[in-house]
């Protein structure tokens, strides 16, 4: 492989993609543990309850908000 051909703009971008699809995938699978493990307290039926809909609803918001903040004061710190 040309050694230059490592430092091309479009291998960057493609690095800098794959990344960034790593970290929502890493985020989706944390964010689904953590409510799930909160708001489904039985063994799940055909659908969930209203409460757990509620409740899986909030966590993902919630979970969604600080993401966004904690991104937001890392970025400030740059």
């Known amino acids: 492989m040309d050694p ?3 430092n ?3 291998l960057q971008r493609f690095l800098n ?3 960034e699809k790593a970290m929502v995938n890493e985020m ?3 964010l689904t ?3 799930w493990d909160k708001c489904i307290t039985s063994t799940p039926g055909n659908k969930f ?3 757990e809909s509620a ?3 909030n966590c993902a918001q919630r979970f969604m908000d600080m993401t966004m903040i904690i991104m937001k004061r ?3 710190m740059q």
């Open 4 to 6: 230059s051909a490592l």
């Open 8 to 10: 091309s703009p479009d």
């Open 17 to 19: 993609q794959e990344k």
């Open 28 to 30: 989706v699978a944390k």
């Open 33 to 35: 543990s953590v409510c």
């Open 49 to 51: 309850s209203s409460s």
């Open 55 to 57: 409740c899986l609803s």
């Open 74 to 76: 890392v970025q400030s």
